[in-house]
Nanobody, 121 residues
Framework: VQLQASGGGLVLAGGSLRISCVLS????????MGWFRQAPGKEREFVAG????????LYSDAVKGRFTIFRENAKNTVYLQMNSLKPEDTAVYYC???????????????WGQGTQVTVSS
């Protein structure tokens, strides 16, 4: 299984950005998907997760109400729509796939390479 994230970039505070992640080499619809992020000098942290069916979603308190995770199983793609971005959202964002639905890095078996999101004030 391989994950390819894309769509990161530089955005002004208050702006929006959508990042995406395509899964190949596996059955996308059987995997729970998650987004994590890691800022310089900090540990990787959970952002959002979505069950394989799309019927259950988790968000961290830091992004709840601003970010939306959704998936298109027909396109083998999971997205993270990020609105009202803040400078503290600056990080490398990683997508992950796993058999366990959760918010811990240990729940996920496969990881993408990451995409940089930078929010300037």
């Amino acid at each position: 299984v391989q994950l390819q994230a894309s769509g990161g970039g530089l955005v002004l505070a208050g702006g929006s950005l959508r990042i995406s992640c395509v899964l190949s080499g596996g059955t996308f619809s059987s995997y729970n998907m998650g987004w994590f992020r890691q800022a310089p000098g900090k540990e990787r942290e959970f952002v959002a997760g979505i069950r394989w069916s799309g019927r259950s979603i988790l968000y961290s308190d830091a992004v709840k109400g601003r970010f939306t995770i959704f998936r298109e199983n027909a396109k083998n793609t999971v997205y993270l729509q990020m609105n009202s971005l803040k400078p503290e959202d600056t990080a490398v964002y990683y997508c992950a796939a796993g058999r366990i639905y959760g918010a811990d890095t240990k729940d996920y078996d496969y990881w993408g390479q990451g995409t940089q999101v930078t929010v300037s004030s």
